[in-house]
């Protein structure tokens, strides 16, 4: 058998240790994700009042006009939610939500209820005069209505158009009025005060411009309160919104995990216990139409799931993946396959795609709990599919090769240029992508992670005397790939360990190309000097 010089020992040393890092790195962070985390006890597993919306089904959006939710549904929501909260806010008239505080005065519960507005007079119109009509029939169900759901911050009706829709409601019901928004938004429009009954503000720290960490967020709520409330002297304020998504890209320090929501909801409660103060909790389901607009996060606001299982309870700790051995298992599978089909020779070559292929089971099963959160159709979850399978490829590939370079021999072919090409296009464009447009787009790390390490890998244990100029479409993209991962560390002002992983896979898969292409130009340098000599 043909034999290739063997790299450096140092070399073979580091790279061993990096596959049992990278197999370790798997395995414990799916055994972390398992991990009980104790967290302060809520005051009482009851809530004062949460927002409502029925359309958590698989197609069910309030954007169909032709969406209706039956009475019965509604009936059976309310029944339950009716166990764990004493109010419920809604957010538009219509699509059956009309007959929500006759079925929630069945069940002791009072409403908060919402009038939708937006661009179109007409529609709002319908709403105004379907609120009207439900408020004069249930005024004793009633806490207030919202007349609009954060109009302003959408940019959809001046302060001076809301108030004349506001007068509107104010002089047709006999129960409190008042318009929900970001607290900003009310600091920056306070001349509406005088158009509501009492002034009712969102708090989300997750999605604030400068998003606040789960352990500082009752706090920012708190002084956001004080804030709003110096504002406004002797008028009620009304928090109408605030949580914490349990899934989602994380913003900076604010991470979106079922603990962190537990933990946000949990301390809240404390909080709002000791200042007596109104508030609203978004959300009672999770809401799978959001994620078009608001990307996974959206999606994943409800103390229940779409399913109304409840996500976490109010005492006692906290576990972010029950099934976290799935994981385990997963990397399990990956070994046994990478060392199926790695055509093995030796017991070191088996070793080596071992480890390779547990961390990448570990790494795809990351992925595919993440596509289980974001993936909104067949089509999505047919590229991510697709795209996952490729890596896969790519990795198997990818570790034969650094198994024969480990064990010294000539080496098994390594993926072709087009695929390292491939996917140093896919990467970038990802790049820019979040560069440019990520406020609502995940880090896909567990897809990424398989060929950035593999290439790093390959590359440090290179043959010396193979020294092959990359393509000029390979370095054009490489020469990006740090900067572009560089600014997304920046935009999460350095806060997000997500995004440090994020800028190591881009430099992971682009040091290798720059490195190759040095190293061909200094090749090219000593042999334009040597040729005087020749001649």
């Known amino acids: 058998m043909p034999s ?75 029944r339950a939610l009716s166990q764990r909260f004493d109010c419920v806010r809604t957010y538009s008239q219509g699509q059956g939500l009309s007959a929500v505080p006759g079925i929630a005065s069945r069940y002791g519960m009072k409403v908060l209820l919402g009038i939708w507005l937006g661009r179109d007079r007409k529609a709002n119109q319908q709403q105004i005069a379907l609120g009207i009509a439900t408020a004069r029939k249930y005024p004793q169900v009633l806490r207030g209505v919202i007349v609009g759901n954060e109009v302003l911050l959408r940019g959809e009706l001046s302060s001076a158009q809301l108030a004349v829709y506001l007068g509107e409601v104010r002089a047709a019901v006999s ?57 406004f002297p002797g008028r009620r304020v009304m928090i109408g919104e605030t949580g914490w998504p349990s899934a989602g890209r994380p913003r900076q320090a604010a991470s979106a995990s079922v603990v962190n929501e537990a933990r946000y909801l949990r301390e809240f409660l404390r909080y709002a ?20 607009q608001e990307g996974t996060a959206g999606g994943y606001w409800g103390i229940f799931d779409a399913h109304a299982r409840p996500k976490f309870a109010m005492q006692g700790p906290v576990v972010e993946e029950p099934r976290w051995w799935l994981g385990w298992l997963a990397g399990a599978a990956g070994a046994a396959l990478f060392v199926l089909l790695g055509g093995r020779r030796r017991r070191r070559d088996a070793l080596a795609l071992a480890l390779a292929g547990f961390a990448s089971g570990c790494a795809l099963a990351w992925q595919f709990r993440q596509m289980a959160f974001a993936c909104r159709d067949a089509w999505e979850w047919t590229i991510s599919f697709g795209a996952c399978a490729l890596a896969l490829v790519t990795a198997l590939w990818l570790a034969r090769a650094i198994a024969a370079r480990l064990a010294g021999r000539a080496a098994a072919p390594a993926p072709p240029a087009w695929l390292r090409l491939g996917w140093l296009f ?78 190591g896979c881009n430099l992971a898969l682009a040091l290798p190309v720059l490195l190759g292409w040095r190293r061909a130009r200094r090749q090219a340098r000593q042999r334009l000097r040597l040729q005087p000599q020749q001649a």
């Not at 000791?274 to 389901?285: L, Q, R, S």
């Open 426 to 503: 896919v990467l970038a464009f990802y790049g820019l992508l979040l560069v440019f447009d990520g406020r609502y787009r995940d880090f896909p790390l567990g897809l990424f992670a398989l060929p950035c390490a593999g290439y790093a890998l390959l590359d440090w244990l290179r043959d010396p005397r193979a020294v092959v100029m990359p393509l000029l479409e390979e370095r054009f993209l490489a020469a990006w790939l740090p900067l572009l991962g560089a600014i997304v560390v920046l935009q999460e002002a350095g806060l997000t360990p997500v995004a440090w992983l994020w800028l």
């Open 4 to 78: 290739a010089p063997s790299p450096a020992p140092l070399r073979q040393r580091l790279a061993w240790l990096a596959l049992l890092l990278l197999a370790l790195a798997g395995a414990g962070w799916w055994w972390a994700i398992g991990r009980p985390v104790a967290l302060p006890d809520a005051p009482s597993a009851r809530i004062a009042c949460v927002s409502y919306a029925p359309f958590r089904k698989a197609g069910e959006s309030p954007l169909d006009p032709h969406a209706f939710i039956s009475p019965q549904r509604i009936d059976a929501d309310l």
């Open 175 to 231: 129960v409190p009025v008042t318009y929900a928004d970001v607290w900003e938004f009310w600091l920056r429009h306070p001349e509406l005060a005088s158009s509501v009954d009492f002034i009712t503000i969102h708090i989300l720290p997750y999605w604030e411009d400068s998003p606040v960490s789960p352990e500082r967020a009752v706090q920012h709520v708190a002084n956001v309160y004080a804030r709003v409330q110096r504002a």
């Open 273 to 292: 216990a000791t200042v007596h103060m109104p508030y609203n909790v978004i959300e009672a389901f999770d809401q799978p139409w959001k994620r078009a």
